[in-house]
T-cell receptor, first 111, second 112 residues
Framework: EDKVVQSPLSLVVHEGDTVTLNCSYEVTNFRSLLWYKQEKKAPTFLFMLTSSGIEKKSGRLSSILDKKELFSILNITATQTGDSAVYLCAVPNFGNEKLTFGTGTRLTIIP | DGGITQSPKYLFRKEGQNVTLSCEQNLNHDAMYWYRQDPGQGLRLIYYSQIVNDFQKGDIAEGYSVSREKKESFPLTVTSAQKNPTAFYLC???????????FGEGSWLTVV
């Protein structure tokens, strides 16, 4: 059975700090890994990672994948209160039919 | 505007009643999904559909039913057989299976 584990489960930091969120996975026939940000309602898509070692970047957010060690990290630099959210990591299953999600990391930024 | 519309956003029902949550998308996506989210448990897949008139059970399908008669629509019925139906329900779609999925705004169901 496919498995996605995120850590930490929750994180509280001060505005301006840099944070690193972790996602490890066990999946048959890996294809890609996705990161989502969920504030009050629907998760919004952040990144899709398919290749090892290639960083994807969007503003203060960046993410990288390590297919040898089976994990990905999501970095957020110079955090702002608007970064407070649950960050979800997900991988498609073997048949590429559905996504398995981790439990998420709840990030809280204190002003 | 293109997107995924879920309704209602908030729904209260008495125990023992069936309830249907609507999900409509105008993105021309083939695949649609229903997830349930409980605190501290992430998203769990209820049902998914890769194409019209076809759907498969996800990880927690018991007590739920779906239909996919039109490409745009994937309604979810929460039946009285679902033991703990109070949750946040998210509908999603993707161009095709395994591609990036996009979510609707969600429906909060409370059963009293």
């Amino acid at each position: 059975e496919d498995k996605v584990v995120q850590s930490p489960l929750s994180l509280v930091v001060h505005e301006g700090d840099t944070v690193t969120l972790n996602c490890s996975y066990e999946v048959t026939n890996f294809r890609s890994l996705l990161w989502y940000k969920q504030e009050k309602k629907a998760p919004t898509f952040l990144f899709m990672l398919t290749s090892s070692g290639i960083e994807k970047k969007s503003g203060r957010l960046s993410s990288i994948l390590d297919k040898k060690e089976l994990f990905s990290i999501l970095n957020i630099t110079a955090t702002q209160t608007g970064d407070s959210a649950v960050y979800l990591c997900a991988v498609p299953n073997f048949g590429n039919e559905k996504l398995t999600f981790g439990t998420g990391t709840r990030l809280t930024i204190i002003p | 505007d293109g997107g995924i519309t879920q309704s209602p956003k908030y729904l209260f029902r008495k125990e023992g009643q069936n309830v249907t949550l609507s999900c409509e998308q105008n993105l021309n996506h083939d695949a649609m999904y229903w997830y349930r989210q409980d605190p501290g448990q992430g998203l769990r897949l209820i049902y998914y559909s890769q194409i019209v008139n076809d759907f498969q059970k996800g990880d927690i399908a018991e007590g739920y039913s779906v239909s996919r008669e039109k490409k745009e629509s994937f309604p979810l019925t929460v039946t009285s057989a679902q033991k703990n139906p109070t949750a946040f329900y998210l509908c999603a779609s993707s161009i095709f299976s395994g591609n990036t999925i996009y979510f609707g705004e969600g429906s909060w169901l409370t059963v009293v």
